[in-house]
């Protein structure tokens, strides 16, 4: 922090999707794991909305394509890395 202070995350989930479409208005994209489709939206409230928490966010790439899918990893407070998680996307 800025003040010098230390605040701990514990990692709680990482999830990949695959692009389905690369239009930048109409994207969706598929869990990996789950097979489930996604859209924009969906995606982005489920990493990025909710309880306080960090979401680290990169590419995935496969068969040269830079820009195939996303990797996104969520950490959880320490405090409440146990009790609470993020909105699961609907």
Not at 64 to 73: I, K, P, Q, S
Request: aromatic share 12%; with cysteine.
């Amino acid at each position: 922090m800025g003040d010098g202070s230390i605040r701990r995350y514990i990692i709680s989930e990482s999830d990949s999707f695959q692009r389905l479409q690369k239009s930048a208005r109409s994207d969706e994209f598929i869990d990996l794991i789950t097979r489930e489709k996604y859209s924009t939206i969906q995606v982005f409230n489920r990493f990025y909305r909710g309880e306080h928490h960090l979401t680290f966010q990169t590419c995935l790439e496969k068969d040269g394509d830079l820009d195939w899918g996303l990797l996104f990893v969520i950490a959880l407070p320490v405090a409440t890395a146990h009790t609470e998680h993020p909105t699961p996307a609907h």
